[in-house]
């Protein structure tokens, strides 16, 4: 996946990681490919800022542990995290099924036969009072 393409979503992405349980910085590196079905392969680089921002806007909280033997910084979610996360959910609904109804092929209605267009179209005409067909009748009489 191109890198543009997370550009203004990759908050959400790491919050939604962070839901239902705290992470350390590779767990959530791991947590994106996984739930990407591998498309999303981001680097430290990427990853770490943005969990230092989010820490700082309050969204995330951070705390040292030990991890397989070794000291991590863990991350979890705070209850405002929580709120933008719901937020960020519900925007993103929005503008799927806003970009979707455009881009999305609409199903089209089914086309009318021809024949039965033409059978029934003499009996409209004489049932809105056209007087087409009454004017062919008396244009073919013999005079």
Known sequence: MKADALRGHLDALLLAVL???????YAIIEALQE???GSLTLPTGTVYPALRRLERAGYVESAWSTVGGRER???RLTSAGRKVLAEERS???EFTATIGAV????????RPDPDQQRAVQPATARRRGCRATETHRTASRPA
Do not use: F, N, V
């Not at 839901?19 to 910085?25: F, K, N, S, V, W």
């Open 91 to 93: 925007a993103w609904q």
């Open 73 to 75: 910084r863990t991350y």
């Open 35 to 37: 739930r990407s079905g």
């Open 19 to 25: 839901d239902g349980e705290p992470r350390h910085g």
């Open 103 to 110: 881009l999305l092929p609409r199903p089209r209605p089914p």
